[in-house]
């Protein structure tokens, strides 16, 4: 079973589940997913601070695949998967994001390196620029 959880960038710079729950409607093996998610999310908010770049939105959908069918106490992650969404609006900008998610995802986020020891952790990356590129 897949358990999957994405959170939204929203006005305020915070992350926010996408789905409209409440985290108290999550259940634990859920919560482990969406504080990942939400680690990778504020280290990534903090390097781009860092350069002053701003996003136009950013997704982080954060996925594991459970060793049993339905969710019960003995289930346990067979693997992670994260996926990193984020529009921007140069080509300057794209660079300066798809560095922040590297060194956050490889280097900077607690969690998501705990994760690695506890499955095999893949990511995917999408970064796109919004505004018109002039010759």
């Not at 710079?13 to 409440?22: I, M, N, P, Y």
């Not at 903090?46 to 939105?57: D, N, R, Y």
């Not at 994001?97 to 995917?124: E, F, T, W």
Request: include cysteine; charged fraction near 25%; charge should be neutral.
């Amino acid at each position: 079973m897949v358990v999957k959880i994405t959170l939204r960038l929203n006005d305020k710079r915070q992350f926010e589940l996408a789905d409209g729950r409440r985290l108290d409607e999550l259940n634990p093996k859920e919560m482990l997913l969406y504080a990942t998610a939400d680690c990778a999310g504020r280290t990534i908010v903090g390097l781009l601070k860092e350069h002053i770049v701003t996003v136009s939105s950013m997704e982080i959908t954060f996925e594991g695949t459970l060793s049993t069918p339905t969710v019960v106490a003995e289930s346990r992650y067979t693997h992670f998967n994260i996926i990193y969404k984020v529009e921007c609006h140069t080509l300057k900008d794209q660079i300066v994001v798809s560095r922040a998610i590297n060194l956050a995802h490889d280097k900077y986020c607690g969690l998501l390196q705990m994760m690695r020891r506890i499955a095999p952790l893949s990511h995917q990356t999408s970064i796109v620029t919004t505004d018109e590129v002039t010759a």
